[in-house]
């Protein structure tokens, strides 16, 4: 299949997909960490979502939607930056199969109802359903630690677990600010992408 992973700079998932025979690239505004930037497109990915994809599964920035940032929220708002977050996550959810994020704002409609009426009718209109359709944890799939992720998914099967393990560390939360934490916070588990790749194929 021909596979677009959208938003990664890690290449986490891509490689695993090319492991397993797809022609699989990232894309990214940043270049890539990973160990083949071979097979990343260092470009706005709302450039390539028509290039004819068999499976898109993308990873929009959380910075301005998660709930863990609410505190910050106020001023997010006021600056636009949150706003320009919720367009893009939901133009990039329309042409995805898979889209990633951890809890936040977008997983009910009341947040955008109070503060983006227009942006909530657009949700509607394009058939968003706030609801994920999963919530996993990192421990389903072989890494000791919680980091609730929400999938919203469209024509492919619930991700399941391969390897439940022990442990219930908060190793994300608990990250020590640094110039690279958010990129660190962003990276695919392993595990995780090993089952996307294993089981939408």
């Known amino acids: 299949m021909d596979i677009l992973i959208a938003c990664e700079e890690s290449g986490i998932v891509t490689e695993k997909f090319r492991e397993r025979g797809h022609n699989a690239w990232s894309c990214d505004l940043l270049p890539t960490s990973g160990n083949h930037p071979e097979w990343h497109i260092k470009d706005d990915v709302l450039n390539h979502l028509n290039d004819g994809w068999d499976l898109v599964i993308s990873f929009p920035p959380c910075t301005h939607l998660a709930v863990s940032g609410a505190r ?9 930056e949150q706003r320009e977050s919720i367009i893009f996550f939901l133009n990039l959810w329309r042409k995805s199969n898979c889209s990633e994020n951890p809890i936040g704002i977008l997983n009910t409609p009341e947040y955008l109802k109070k503060w983006f009426p227009k942006l909530y009718e657009y949700a509607l209109f394009i058939g968003f359903p706030f609801k994920p359709s999963q ?16 999938l919203w998914l469209r024509n492919l099967p619930k991700l399941q677990p391969t390897n439940i393990v022990d442990g219930r560390e908060h190793r994300i939360w608990k990250m020590p600010p640094s ?10 588990y392993p595990g995780i992408a090993a089952a996307m790749a294993e089981q939408w194929n």
């Open 72 to 80: 910050w929220f106020d001023k997010k708002r006021l600056s636009g």
């Open 179 to 188: 110039e690279n934490r958010q990129k660190l916070r962003s990276k695919t």
């Open 135 to 150: 919530i996993i944890q990192p421990w389903q799939f072989g890494h000791g630690e919680t980091k609730a992720t929400c």
